[in-house]
């Protein structure tokens, strides 16, 4: 059974960057027709795709965010990673990785990481 | 980006009652809508993909509808473990998105 789970620091000052790291057990972020996605929610906001990296390593960015966004990956320890470059307050939110799969043409979200909250101060 | 917007935002149930929740998406979606299920302080779990496939594991009282832009979430006989937020999300078009969640309460 896949399991993620997410880590890093819960503080960041603004204007600087948000790192946060996915640690896969039970399966491999490199086989199977996985995208490795990172999703947020924002106080007293919807659910939002950050992005993903696939198994090959090809990476897909939601272009509505603010702050640049990276998404890259370690393979040799099954983890993914994210950073939002230049934060801002607006970038507080809990933080969750998921694994996105496909079938029959569209695209779904599971399982998911229990989510880490992270802080961004002035 | 397509809006997905979810009515009712809450709602009240007793255990033992049958609940819909509704999401509209602002463009056709054909099926391609899941729904979540979260706790507090939990991550969201699958529940329904291609807006009527109950995920591995969900119980039956589940169940989805819908097509276009017009999608329903059933839980018939809610059990005390049912209450939770819920979350739809469109996986028709680049980015995917989500619903605003209803929260089922007791």
């Known amino acids: 059974q896949v399991q993620l789970q997410e880590s890093g620091p819960g503080l960041v000052k603004s204007s600087q960057t948000l790192s946060l790291t996915c640690t896969v057990s039970g399966g491999s972020i490199s086989s199977g027709s996985y995208y490795w996605s990172w999703i947020r929610q924002r106080p007293g906001m919807r659910l939002e795709w950050i992005g993903y990296?696939?198994?090959?390593?090809?990476?897909r960015y939601n272009p509505s965010l603010k702050s640049p966004v990276t998404i890259s990956r370690d393979t040799s320890k099954n983890q993914f990673s994210l950073k939002l470059t230049s934060v801002t307050a607006a970038d507080t939110a809990v933080y969750y990785c998921a694994r996105r799969f496909c079938t029959g043409g569209s695209c779904y979200f599971d399982p998911w990481g229990q989510g880490t909250q992270v802080n961004v101060s002035s | 980006d397509i809006q997905m917007t979810q009515s009712p935002s809450s709602v009240s149930a007793s255990v033992g009652d049958r609940v819909t929740i509704t999401c509209r998406a602002s463009?056709?979606?054909?099926?391609?809508l899941a729904w979540y299920q979260q706790k507090p302080r939990q991550a969201p779990k699958l529940l329904i993909y291609?807006?009527?496939t109950l995920q591995s594991g969900v119980p039956s009282r589940f169940s989805g509808s819908g097509s276009g832009t017009d999608f329903t979430l059933t839980i018939s006989g809610l059990q005390p473990e049912d209450f939770a937020t819920y979350y739809c999300?469109?996986?028709?078009?680049?980015?995917?998105?989500f619903g605003q969640g209803t929260r089922l309460e007791i």
């Open positions: 463009h056709h979606i054909v099926t391609w």
């Open positions: 999300q469109q996986a028709n078009s680049f980015p995917p998105t």
């Open positions: 291609a807006a009527s």
């Open positions: 990296i696939s198994e090959s390593g090809s990476t």
